[in-house]
């Protein structure tokens, strides 16, 4: 069995053990000589095939055996990242690839601490990356991001501080990317005073750090702040729009996040999907579904988040017609309906009184 550091101090980390794997051999030498071109292809295969079909993915892993290309790190890193898919929820055979590479790089490392991180399990990155360290393995600026968030989501202030303690030992700390991280994890952890130092090391001058404040303040409840900031940004991007009014929604100040809304030049799909949830979650299911209707009105394709929160108004309202609707659409667009998905249209039906059509959906998707 192959023991795994687990977290906290790096004198004395937990351990786990994961089922060991037979070993991966180098490539072959009679295999070098198109090396480059086979590497091109089963990289395109991995991205381009395997995303959506496990079955695609362990064809292409027997392959990447087969031909001996396991021991190059890009390949390696891209099957880790393919198998940590949230789709498919393999950790543990990402870990066990993980183990079978000869000496992993960075690139390697960061997919699997940003797939432990979009499989919700925090704790293992944080993990991951004290074994990163240990291993003598050079972090970079695409380490730390997905780090802070896992930090927020363990609401670890010691690990935080330990970790940001590494950026700046490492020369990493003028990094927008690193910075805007930071800041929106100190003031989701409630440390607004650390998050506001770094802010201002860097003045207003980066959007993506302007963003993070801003989203600080609103967690903070300051929202007279947030507003300063905003009003006083010279450039401002769909991200910070989405920031400001998803934030006076989680503060209840709905009709305050619409005149926001409203005035946005441009929507993405996550100003959507915040304004119809952010109605949904304070009881406005009635105007949650008239921005639905907005946004089929301007020929902007729902997410699967969207559709579920539609569904969701939908029950809340008894409203039976938008919903089959809502469902036929799925159907068209040949949505899958995973789980959350599912529980929406079976919520939804129930509530409408259609208790046959919610059986019908429960039996096709349990």
Request: aromatic share 10%.
């Amino acid at each position: 069995m192959l023991k795994i550091p687990l977290a906290g101090d790096m004198g004395s980390l937990h351990m786990t053990t994961i089922p060991e794997l037979p070993y991966h051999p180098p490539p072959a030498e009679h295999l070098t000589e198109n090396f480059t071109t086979s590497q091109k292809t089963i990289l395109n295969l991995l991205n381009t095939k395997c995303s959506d079909s496990l079955e695609n993915l362990k064809q292409a892993h027997a392959l990447i055996l087969k031909t001996g290309h396991f021991q190059d790190h890009y390949v390696a890193g891209s099957l880790v990242k393919c198998y940590a898919n949230p789709q498919f929820g393999s950790l543990s055979t990402s870990l066990r690839v993980l183990e079978q590479v000869s000496q992993p790089n960075v690139f390697i490392w960061n997919c699997i601490i940003k797939g432990c991180l979009d499989l919700k399990e925090p704790f293992q990155a944080i993990s991951m990356y004290y074994k990163m360290v240990i291993s003598d393995s050079r972090p970079n600026k695409y380490t730390y991001p997905p780090l802070f968030k896992a930090c927020t989501a363990e609401q670890s202030t010691e690990e935080g501080i330990q970790i940001h303690s590494h950026v700046v030992k490492r020369g990493l700390n003028a990094d927008a990317h690193i910075i805007s991280a930071a800041i929106q994890m100190y003031a989701s952890l409630g440390r607004l005073k650390e998050a506001q130092h770094l802010f201002d090391s860097i003045g207003k001058s980066d959007v993506i750090c302007c963003n993070a404040m801003i989203d600080g303040y609103m967690k903070s409840g300051d929202v007279k702040a947030a507003e300063e900031l905003f009003q006083s940004m010279k450039e401002k991007s769909v991200g910070s729009w989405n920031t400001m009014f998803s934030g006076l929604c989680n503060n209840e100040m709905i009709e305050e996040a619409k005149n926001y809304f409203d005035e946005m030049p441009d929507k993405d799909e996550v100003s959507w999907s915040a304004m119809i949830d952010g109605y949904n979650k304070h009881g406005y299911s009635k105007e949650a579904l008239e921005v639905f209707y907005q946004m089929q009105r301007d020929d902007i394709k729902p997410t699967k988040f969207v559709l579920s929160s539609a569904l969701s108004a939908c029950a809340n309202v008894g409203a039976l017609d938008p919903g089959k609707w809502i469902h036929a659409y799925i159907r068209r667009n040949k949505i899958m309906i995973d789980a959350v998905l599912g529980a929406s249209l079976v919520d939804m039906y129930a509530k409408c009184g259609r208790l046959d059509l919610s059986w019908n959906v429960f039996e096709r998707i349990k």
